[in-house]
């Protein structure tokens, strides 16, 4: 039984990853770029395609094949997001359309051509709406079936750049839009996708097999008999053989656009104050969550975006532990405004505009409660959450063990909520650090270093020389600036006890290729005539307490 | 009140008598309703009355975060959640190598001034809460603050002075082992852990502990071992007449506490 393929209008826009990064980053277009995805390229902008990268090259390969070549990590879901926008102003033109992949969009032609006439003028508003997008370049082709009219999109592309008008069917755009339509007459698909590579339908292996049996293109792939094909290819021979002789199966599965969850507010007079703009936003943070709760969704990460007046853009992403209530909104766009600042501190700049965006959404039945409540956990994070919105976001920290040789490198602190950093990232603190301390790790670890002296007998700073070798035996210890909570005793005139046994030096030459982050500190452990221990350190300016054993 | 007790038996189980005694009469007189025991570290066996902490109940915790910490890691090994407030040179691989698990450890370094308001609210949640207070608590908020521990059944471990604690704890001398003059490097320790406090709190002083052990495990020191260790700090030769001594003194001078000793001499 074979449908009639119905007539498919495919948009696509060249080199879309590449065109999404320079966006978001706001790079130049015109300079080689490229991406990467497992070490390979993935995407190459123009100009690096012209300097010889192309896709599927190591990344060695590429950057010597181009040197000044701008390496990208590939992110998939950046090429999503930005790729949004563009296909909401596209529904706006054409209404029902599948994004077959970020950068491709493909719609029905039939709707589209008798409201704009004909379907060379539906392609032309279709560039005409990506042209106010700031998208040049992009290709449209009709055809029969989305595969035909995607092959018709890049045909029309590539026409463009090699003979510029002889492809050119669309007259009512002009010649240079009219250049990027290609237009395949009802029926002639076939035709029109003969010539094209086998490789296009089938896998790698099939395409191999294809060639050795001398079935190099889509003509000759179609002109085997079907039966032929399915009994030695099986289903997926078969649905290639269909796409290759122009009977596609396939049909536009039109997206429902997703509701729209994100809030703006605009405020006039602007706002400079925090608990006036959290007062402002409570009616809009209460609407965004009701509206996701009445579709039975729950938002577990956004980001705000706050412009100020004097044109100042803020913006940030928030996770939730669990899932954002109104009150919790309006935490997140409190602590984003009060960043390192007081609680109730007046702002730099009056706050013109707040957005928030739901960045992750689930939903509720994932994240139903119990039918006897929720675990001891949640009331923790309750209580969490009460002391964040008390002292800010940054307040109530989880700890893990990170790497590195320094006691204050191997504390990980993370906010409560935020994600902990990923492991694999080469900071495991479980990895074997030489030079590390022993097992015993001190219960007191200061955030900020102590001056102490280490003096000898003789009262002088005891040195230690470029081969590590101490001036002079360590007999008494002195702790300066003492904080709250210090035991240090200040037993005779000078404040200075007698060491009671030491051990030492070890040194530490960390990062020496680096001269910024170059280290190289000499450690100590020593006991005072307390029983209390100490990790100090020697560094170019003298000694410092690192750490405590108490 | 107690009956005769023939001449022949040794003094020992007459002594253990004796005491059975009265603790069942302290039981009998108690006009506090009983708590419930927190799991604690075995370590704290012969420390603590009964071996563990109470729920409910405010315990100064002074001059040692080890000390601390072996606090903390019983009720954290038993699946707890901790807090620790105001601390912000706390350990976090100290704790995670003595056993505290790090997943169910909330710390809050900076509470600034809102460190009792802070306090209260993880006091609410969490079952085991410590703090460093900043300056002084008042009379009435300690004991707004302690009714709320008992109705949620937390303990509140204090790094300082706090107005009515239950009981105060504190390392009062303590020996390093593996280092010497120039080489080895620190091993493990022993420290003379001094117990003070109301109710059954005043029977206990001056046990040894290994804060920590060999093995970074806490553990009681066998008490075979106990006179051959010398002690820092110049004040106890021997630690049995150590802990006699000292407790007479703090029993002569209440002020004068085993730990408030320790905490004059910590600074």
């Given at each position: 039984?074979?449908?009639?393929?119905?007539?498919?209008?495919?948009?696509?826009?060249?080199?879309?990853?590449?065109?999404?990064?320079?966006?978001?980053?706001?790079?130049?277009?015109?300079?080689?770029?490229?991406?990467?995805?497992?070490?390979?390229?993935?995407?190459?902008?123009?100009?690096?395609?012209?300097?010889?990268?192309?896709?599927?090259?190591?990344?060695?390969?590429?950057?010597?094949?181009?040197?000044?070549?701008?390496?990208?990590?590939?992110?998939?879901?950046?090429?999503?997001?930005?790729?949004?926008?563009?296909?909401?102003?596209?529904?706006?033109?054409?209404?029902?359309?599948?994004?077959?992949?970020?950068?491709?969009?493909?719609?029905?032609?039939?709707?589209?051509?008798?409201?704009?006439?004909?379907?060379?003028?539906?392609?032309?508003?279709?560039?005409?709406?990506?042209?106010?997008?700031?998208?040049?370049?992009?290709?449209?082709?009709?055809?029969?079936?989305?595969?035909?009219?995607?092959?018709?999109?890049?045909?029309?592309?590539?026409?463009?750049?090699?003979?510029?008008?002889?492809?050119?069917?669309?007259?009512?755009?002009?010649?240079?839009?009219?250049?990027?339509?290609?237009?395949?007459?009802?029926?002639?698909?076939?035709?029109?996708?003969?010539?094209?590579?086998?490789?296009?339908?089938?896998?790698?292996?099939?395409?191999?097999?294809?060639?050795?049996?001398?079935?190099?293109?889509?003509?000759?792939?179609?002109?085997?008999?079907?039966?032929?094909?399915?009994?030695?290819?099986?289903?997926?021979?078969?649905?290639?053989?269909?796409?290759?002789?122009?009977?596609?199966?396939?049909?536009?599965?039109?997206?429902?656009?997703?509701?729209?969850?994100?809030?703006?507010?605009?405020?006039?007079?602007?706002?400079?104050?925090?608990?006036?703009?959290?007062?402002?936003?409570?009616?809009?943070?209460?609407?965004?969550?009701?509206?996701?709760?009445?579709?039975?969704?729950?938002?577990?990460?956004?980001?705000?975006?706050?412009?100020?007046?004097?044109?100042?853009?803020?913006?940030?992403?928030?996770?939730?532990?669990?899932?954002?209530?109104?009150?919790?909104?309006?935490?997140?766009?409190?602590?984003?405004?009060?960043?390192?600042?007081?609680?109730?501190?007046?702002?730099?700049?009056?706050?013109?505009?707040?957005?928030?965006?739901?960045?992750?959404?689930?939903?509720?039945?994932?994240?139903?409660?119990?039918?006897?409540?929720?675990?001891?956990?949640?009331?923790?994070?309750?209580?969490?959450?009460?002391?964040?919105?008390?002292?800010?976001?940054?307040?109530?920290?989880?700890?893990?063990?990170?790497?590195?040789?320094?006691?204050?490198?191997?504390?990980?602190?993370?906010?409560?909520?935020?994600?902990?950093?990923?492991?694999?990232?080469?900071?495991?603190?479980?990895?074997?650090?030489?030079?590390?301390?022993?097992?015993?790790?001190?219960?007191?670890?200061?955030?900020?270093?102590?001056?102490?002296?280490?003096?000898?007998?003789?009262?002088?700073?005891?040195?230690?020389?470029?081969?590590?070798?101490?001036?002079?035996?360590?007999?008494?210890?002195a702790v300066g600036g003492a904080t709250s909570g210090g035991p240090a005793r200040r037993t005779d005139g000078f404040g200075a006890r007698p060491v009671r046994a030491w051990a030492g030096p070890w040194p530490v030459v960390e990062r020496w290729w680096d001269p910024a982050a170059a280290k190289r500190v000499h450690r100590f452990q020593i006991v005072d005539d307390d029983g209390c221990a100490w990790l100090l350190v020697r560094d170019g300016d003298g000694w410092w307490a690192e750490a405590r054993y108490d | 009140m107690t009956a005769p007790l023939p001449d022949a038996a040794p003094r020992a189980p007459r002594a253990a008598r004796v005491e059975e005694l009265q603790a069942r009469i302290r039981g009998m007189q108690s006009t506090r309703l009983e708590t419930k025991a927190v799991p604690t570290h075995p370590a704290f066996a012969d420390v603590l009355p009964g071996g563990t902490l109470r729920e409910g109940t405010i315990v100064q915790v002074e001059g040692s975060m080890t000390l601390l910490m072996a606090l903390l890691a019983g009720p954290s090994a038993d699946g707890r959640w901790a807090a620790v407030v105001g601390m912000p040179e706390f350990g976090v691989e100290a704790a995670a190598r003595f056993g505290i698990a790090l997943e169910r450890l909330a710390l809050v370094p900076d509470p600034g001034d809102q460190w009792l308001a802070v306090a209260a609210a993880l006091a609410d949640v969490i079952p085991v809460v410590a703090v460093r207070p900043v300056g002084q608590v008042s009379p009435a908020e300690a004991s707004r603050l302690q009714a709320r521990l008992r109705q949620r059944g937390t303990t509140l471990l204090v790094a300082g002075a706090w107005p009515g604690s239950d009981a105060r704890l504190g390392v009062s001398a303590s020996q390093w082992h593996g280092i010497e003059r120039g080489h080895g490097h620190l091993v493990d320790r022993e420290a003379v852990v001094e117990v003070a406090g109301r109710g059954e709190f005043v029977r206990r002083a001056g046990s040894r502990l290994r804060l920590p052990g060999r093995s970074l495990e806490f553990a009681a020191v066998p008490v075979e071992r106990l006179p051959a260790a010398p002690s820092f700090g110049g004040a106890a030769p021997a630690a049995p007449s150590s802990a006699l001594s000292l407790r007479r003194r703090a029993r002569a001078n209440p002020a004068l506490g085993l730990v408030g000793e320790a905490r004059r001499r910590a600074g």
């Amino acid at each position: 039984m074979n449908v009639e393929p119905g007539r498919t209008i495919v948009l696509w826009c060249p080199d879309w990853p590449i065109r999404a990064v320079c966006r978001d980053l706001g790079l130049d277009a015109d300079t080689p770029i490229a991406l990467i995805d497992h070490g390979l390229v993935f995407a190459c902008s123009a100009a690096a395609r012209a300097s010889g990268v192309m896709r599927g090259l190591k990344l060695r390969e590429a950057q010597l094949r181009c040197p000044e070549l701008a390496v990208h990590e590939y992110d998939v879901e950046l090429d999503v997001r930005v790729f949004e926008p563009v296909v909401r102003q596209v529904e706006q033109t054409v209404p029902g359309v599948q994004v077959v992949r970020p950068g491709t969009l493909a719609m029905r032609a039939r709707g589209p051509a008798r409201y704009y006439g004909s379907e060379s003028a539906a392609a032309s508003a279709l560039l005409a709406t990506l042209e106010a997008l700031g998208l040049e370049g992009s290709g449209v082709g009709i055809a029969d079936g989305p595969f035909a009219a995607e092959q018709a999109a890049r045909a029309a592309r590539a026409a463009r750049a090699a003979k510029p008008s002889a492809a050119a069917r669309g007259a009512d755009g002009g010649a240079d839009m009219g250049a990027r339509v290609e237009i395949v007459e009802p029926g002639a698909s076939a035709a029109f996708i003969a010539p094209l590579p086998v490789a296009l339908v089938t896998d790698q292996r099939t395409c191999t097999l294809l060639n050795r049996l001398g079935v190099r293109t889509l003509g000759e792939f179609a002109a085997l008999p079907e039966a032929d094909v399915r009994r030695r290819f099986g289903a997926a021979g078969a649905f290639a053989h269909d796409r290759a002789a122009g009977r596609e199966q396939a049909r536009v599965l039109a997206r429902t656009p997703p509701p729209e969850f994100e809030v703006e507010q605009h405020f006039e007079p602007p706002l400079d104050r925090i608990d006036q703009l959290a007062f402002a936003f409570r009616v809009g943070a209460e609407g965004f969550i009701q509206r996701m709760r009445d579709v039975r969704l729950v938002c577990t990460g956004l980001r705000v975006e706050i412009d100020d007046e004097r044109g100042g853009r803020s913006s940030r992403s928030w996770l939730h532990p669990r899932w954002f209530t109104p009150a919790d909104v309006i935490d997140r766009v409190r602590w984003q405004l009060q960043g390192a600042g007081m609680a109730d501190a007046g702002l730099a700049s009056p706050i013109v505009r707040l957005r928030v965006i739901p960045e992750r959404i689930d939903s509720t039945g994932n994240h139903e409660e119990g039918l006897w409540g929720g675990g001891p956990d949640e009331r923790v994070h309750h209580g969490l959450t009460r002391v964040q919105s008390m002292l800010g976001h940054d307040a109530v920290v989880t700890a893990s063990v990170g790497g590195g040789r320094m006691l204050a490198d191997r504390q990980v602190l993370v906010p409560w909520g935020d994600r902990p950093p990923e492991r694999g990232a080469g900071r495991e603190g479980d990895a074997p650090w030489p030079g590390s301390l022993p097992a015993l790790a001190p219960a007191s670890v200061f955030r900020e270093r102590r001056p102490v002296a280490l003096l000898d007998a003789r009262g002088a700073d005891v040195a230690i020389d470029a081969r590590g070798v101490i001036s002079a035996v360590p007999e008494r210890f002195a702790v300066g600036g003492a904080t709250s909570g210090g035991p240090a005793r200040r037993t005779d005139g000078f404040g200075a006890r007698p060491v009671r046994a030491w051990a030492g030096p070890w040194p530490v030459v960390e990062r020496w290729w680096d001269p910024a982050a170059a280290k190289r500190v000499h450690r100590f452990q020593i006991v005072d005539d307390d029983g209390c221990a100490w990790l100090l350190v020697r560094d170019g300016d003298g000694w410092w307490a690192e750490a405590r054993y108490d | 009140m107690t009956a005769p007790l023939p001449d022949a038996a040794p003094r020992a189980p007459r002594a253990a008598r004796v005491e059975e005694l009265q603790a069942r009469i302290r039981g009998m007189q108690s006009t506090r309703l009983e708590t419930k025991a927190v799991p604690t570290h075995p370590a704290f066996a012969d420390v603590l009355p009964g071996g563990t902490l109470r729920e409910g109940t405010i315990v100064q915790v002074e001059g040692s975060m080890t000390l601390l910490m072996a606090l903390l890691a019983g009720p954290s090994a038993d699946g707890r959640w901790a807090a620790v407030v105001g601390m912000p040179e706390f350990g976090v691989e100290a704790a995670a190598r003595f056993g505290i698990a790090l997943e169910r450890l909330a710390l809050v370094p900076d509470p600034g001034d809102q460190w009792l308001a802070v306090a209260a609210a993880l006091a609410d949640v969490i079952p085991v809460v410590a703090v460093r207070p900043v300056g002084q608590v008042s009379p009435a908020e300690a004991s707004r603050l302690q009714a709320r521990l008992r109705q949620r059944g937390t303990t509140l471990l204090v790094a300082g002075a706090w107005p009515g604690s239950d009981a105060r704890l504190g390392v009062s001398a303590s020996q390093w082992h593996g280092i010497e003059r120039g080489h080895g490097h620190l091993v493990d320790r022993e420290a003379v852990v001094e117990v003070a406090g109301r109710g059954e709190f005043v029977r206990r002083a001056g046990s040894r502990l290994r804060l920590p052990g060999r093995s970074l495990e806490f553990a009681a020191v066998p008490v075979e071992r106990l006179p051959a260790a010398p002690s820092f700090g110049g004040a106890a030769p021997a630690a049995p007449s150590s802990a006699l001594s000292l407790r007479r003194r703090a029993r002569a001078n209440p002020a004068l506490g085993l730990v408030g000793e320790a905490r004059r001499r910590a600074g």
